[in-house]
C-alpha cells in the first residue's frame, strides 16, 4: 500500500486504535485535537488521550478552539486524506475539499442511524439490538455524507456505554485498516445515505439522565445501562440524588405507587416501575465512592425505607 501523507482530527480514547492504524500505515504529519482541559478540584492541566499518543509518536499536534476560524494549519500541509473519528468539532468546508483523497470519518452507528454525538450511548438506550461502525465521507452537513463501508456489532443484554465502546472503538480500527488500500487507489464502495431511515442521537443532556419510573421497566434497565459509566443515570431518595450505576428488573404486576421503594432486605432494594420492579444493585450516593447496594442497606432498617418514594 502506498504510504500516503495524512492529517487525523480526533479527541477521546474510542480514537486512539484509529490514529494508531494511521502511524502503523502512513504517513501522520499532523494530528489535530481539542484543547487541554483543566480538571478536578486541582485543575490540573489533562491533555487528550490522542494528544498523548501523537506526543509518544513526535507527531505534530495542532489544538485550536474554533476550526472553523483557525484552519490555515492544517490546510497548509500537503495531505493526500484527513481522517476524522470523535473530534468535537464541525470540521468546515475550507478543510473538507483540499486534500485530493477527501476527508473521511469514523463513525459510532450504523448509518444514517444514529446521527450526532452520543450514537453508543443512544443505541442502548433506544434498545437496538445492533449497531456497528460507519466509515464515511463528509460532507457539511453532521454525519450525512456518503458511505464507504459498515461493520456490524451486537448489542448484548450486559453491555453498557464502557463495553460497547471498546468493541466499536476496534470494530472501527479494523474496518479503517481493511478499507484504506482501497480509498487510496481509489476502489472503494461509495454509496449515498438514505434520507428516509435517518435519526439522530444528541450529545445526552442533564434531564435525561434522571430515570422516570413511570416508564416501562426494559426502559429504565436500558437507560441505566445506556449511561453507564458516563454520564450516569440518577434519582432523588431523601432529597439526595444517587447515581444508579447498575439495576436488574422483574416484570410484575402490582398496586403500589409507581416510584415507590417496595422491597427491601440486606441486598436488595426494589422501586415500582409501571410494569414491574426495578433493583439497584449498585450505585454512587452523592459525595461517596460506588458501592454494591448491600453496602449501602447496611445498618438501614427496611421498615425506614418501605414505601419511600424516589424521585
Keep these: ?14 480514537a486512539v486504535p484509529i490514529l494508531q492504524v494511521l502511524i502503523d500505515t502512513c504517513n501522520v504529519l499532523l494530528v489535530v485535537t481539542q484543547p487541554d482541559k483543566k480538571v478536578g478540584r486541582k485543575q490540573e492541566i489533562t491533555f487528550s488521550p490522542i494528544k498523548n499518543l ?12 474554533s476550526i472553523r476560524k483557525d484552519f490555515l494549519p492544517i490546510t497548509s500541509k500537503n495531505a493526500d486524506l484527513i481522517v476524522t473519528c470523535a473530534y468535537g468539532q464541525i470540521v ?18 450504523l448509518l444514517p442511524k ?4 452520543a450514537p453508543i450511548h443512544k443505541a442502548i438506550i433506544d434498545g437496538y439490538t445492533k449497531t456497528g461502525i460507519t466509515l464515511m465521507y463528509m460532507d457539511e452537513t453532521m ?18 456505554v464502557g463495553t460497547l465502546h471498546d468493541k466499536l472503538s476496534i470494530i472501527g480500527s479494523e474496518l479503517l485498516k481493511d478499507e484504506l488500500p482501497k480509498i487510496i487507489n481509489g476502489t472503494n464502495n461509495r454509496t449515498k445515505q438514505n434520507e428516509n431511515d435517518v435519526t439522530f442521537a444528541y450529545n ?13 421497566s ?7 445501562r445506556g449511561l453507564n459509566p458516563w454520564p450516569l443515570s440518577h434519582l432523588a431518595l431523601d432529597n439526595e440524588e444517587i447515581k444508579v450505576i447498575e439495576c436488574t428488573y422483574e416484570l410484575k404486576e402490582h398496586n403500589k405507587e409507581i ?5 427491601v432486605n440486606k441486598d436488595k432494594l426494589g422501586i415500582a416501575s409501571s410494569d414491574g420492579i426495578i433493583y439497584l444493585t449498585k450505585i454512587k450516593p452523592s459525595g461517596k465512592k460506588e458501592m454494591n447496594i448491600k453496602d449501602f442497606l447496611n445498618g438501614k432498617k427496611p421498615e425506614d425505607l418501605i414505601g419511600k418514594r424516589v424521585n
Excluded at 500500500?1 to 474510542?14: A, D, H, L, R, S
Excluded at 483523497?101 to 459510532?108: E, P, Y
Excluded at 454525519?143 to 453498557?160: F, H, L, Q, R, V
Design 1 to 14: 500500500m502506498e504510504k500516503i501523507n495524512v492529517i487525523f482530527m480526533g479527541t477521546p480514547e474510542f
Design 54 to 65: 501523537a506526543l509518544k509518536n513526535n507527531i505534530e499536534i495542532y489544538q485550536p478552539e
Design 92 to 109: 468546515p468546508k475550507e478543510i473538507l475539499g483540499y486534500p485530493r483523497l477527501g476527508c473521511i470519518n469514523v463513525h459510532a452507528s
Design 114 to 117: 444514529l446521527r450526532g454525538g
Design 143 to 160: 454525519d450525512s455524507g456518503d458511505i464507504i463501508a459498515t461493520k456490524e456489532c451486537i448489542i448484548e443484554d450486559s453491555d453498557n
Design 204 to 216: 445526552i443532556k442533564r434531564e435525561e439522565e434522571v430515570i422516570d419510573f413511570n416508564e416501562k
Design 218 to 224: 426494559i426502559n429504565i434497565f436500558n437507560k441505566v
Design 259 to 263: 416510584g415507590a421503594i417496595i422491597d
